[in-house]
């Protein structure tokens, strides 16, 4: 078995026994759906200008609370040194961790999207495909960036807390780039929505390269 | 030494500088008084771009070297980035509230000043929660190049997200001879400022540096 795929197999046996990662990022991303329909009267406003905030909202936060689950997991126990003590290269070890964050984000969403659709009265048609399309990429560079960021903040004294100061500011293109691409959707004007697919898939490209490449100096000792 | 001479220059140059922007400049015809604020807003600007650089630099210079010189460099610029953004920030507002009516709008320019300033204050934030000195290097440094290759995504994306902002006055040619002579020494004024708080912060880290070693040693021989 090849070290990366021997990684993701790891941590899906151990999703699959515990669940904990994406219980958690499911209902922490039904709260916000639910808490954001009280903040905005559900009535009063046109649902369509809101409702690509609101989801993406959910996302990059249940992203957060997934990715601090998944490092909080190898820091117990010494986990990460038994780790790192495993014939694979630094890099890779990073590509491992992203495949498998991004796994659980994207089955928590599947599940989290129907519920955003059916409290926003959409439709389950092929604008329903594209939000997807667009989540799977948005969530790919969400995953490749918190991947890094996650260790980074393991390492610190406040860990938890850590995380979403490093991430948020760094994902704001991904947030904009998403949500402009989801209310084009959603609006049914996709004229233009080519460049914020890009620019998703660019950031993706970069993050993941340039975090494999300096992935090594955030677990050496 | 080099420290002192900046020093005395930085501060002959401020009262040159002073005495330019206030006395010498010309009024400006519409906004008049107010348009002053331009020659500490737009050096102050520059400048905050400029310790994205160096921070990124020296980032990237301390994962090749793991010289913790390249780390100090890096810090002491996060330091100056928040100054330089801060200070671009509220000049920015004092005129945009008279001219604009409003203290702050979503538009791009802004925009990406402040996500510059949260940037370099996570930066520094990070590293406040590490306490070991090699290990608050190596991860300030990935964190260093992350936020640097950030940047241009940043830009990108909030340029095409909003872009109502005027277009800088100084590229259009419309600035008067003797408001660019005002412009030019501010300029100068501002680097040499940096140049010397930035080598300042540095000397003082190192201080930091040694008595953190000093304690350690006292301490390992208690």
């Known amino acids: 078995m090849k070290p990366v795929t021997a990684i993701i197999f790891k941590d899906i046996v151990i999703e699959m026994r515990s669940k904990e990662s994406i219980s958690s990022m499911l209902m922490f991303g039904i709260l916000v759906l639910t808490i954001f329909s009280f903040a905005f009267e559900p009535s009063s406003i046109d649902r369509s200008l809101i409702a690509p905030g609101i989801l993406w909202v959910a996302f990059s936060f249940a992203a957060i609370l997934g990715l601090n689950r998944s490092l909080a997991m190898e820091m117990d126990n010494e986990c990460l040194q038994g780790l790192l003590l495993a014939p694979l290269e630094r890099g890779e070890l990073y590509l491992g961790k992203v495949a498998s964050n991004f796994t659980f984000m994207l089955i928590a969403e599947l599940i989290v999207l129907p519920v955003f659709v059916i409290f926003n009265n959409l439709k389950f048609n092929l604008q329903f495909l594209e939000i997807a399309g667009i989540a799977v990429l948005g969530t790919l560079a969400i995953a490749a960036i918190g991947s890094i960021l996650s260790t980074i903040s393991a390492n610190t004294r406040m860990k938890e807390v850590m995380l979403p100061v490093l991430q948020i500011p760094l994902t704001v293109p991904v947030v904009i780039a998403a949500v402009e691409a989801t209310a084009m959707v959603l609006s049914g004007e996709t004229k233009g929505i080519s460049s914020w697919l890009y620019l998703l898939a660019g950031f993706s490209i970069v993050y993941l390269t340039v975090s494999y490449l300096v992935f090594e100096f955030v677990v050496e000792d | ?222």
């Not at chain 2, 409003?102 to 538009?107: E, F, L, N, R």
């Not at chain 2, 995504?153 to 419309?174: A, D």
């Open chain 2, 1 to 222: 030494m080099r420290s002192k001479i900046l020093g005395i220059l930085s501060l002959v140059l401020m009262i040159v500088n002073l005495y330019m922007i206030f006395i010498f400049a010309p009024n400006e015809a519409t906004m008049g008084v107010i348009q002053r604020i331009f020659y500490f807003h737009l050096p102050a600007g520059l400048l905050s771009y400029a310790s994205a650089y160096l921070l990124g630099f020296g980032s990237i210079m301390y994962l090749v070297k793991h010289d913790l010189k390249w780390d100090r460099l890096a810090s002491a610029s996060g330091e100056m980035g928040v100054l330089c953004t801060s200070l671009s920030i509220m000049s920015g507002m004092l005129w945009a509230k008279p001219v604009w009516g409003i203290y702050w709008t979503w538009d791009a320019r802004l925009t990406l000043q402040f996500l510059l300033a949260l940037i370099f204050v996570s930066y520094l934030m990070l590293r406040a929660y590490l306490p070991e000195r090699e290990k608050r290097a190596a991860l300030g440094a990935v964190f260093g190049v992350l936020a640097m290759v950030d940047v241009p995504f940043n830009y990108l994306s909030i340029e095409w997200w909003r872009t109502q902002h005027p277009q800088p006055v100084i590229m259009g040619g419309g600035l008067d001879w003797d408001m660019w002579k005002v412009l030019i020494v501010s300029f100068l004024t501002f680097a040499v400022l940096y140049a010397y708080l930035l080598g300042r912060r540095m000397a003082i880290a190192k201080v930091e540096e040694d008595v953190e070693y000093l304690e350690h040693a006292i301490l390992a021989n208690d």
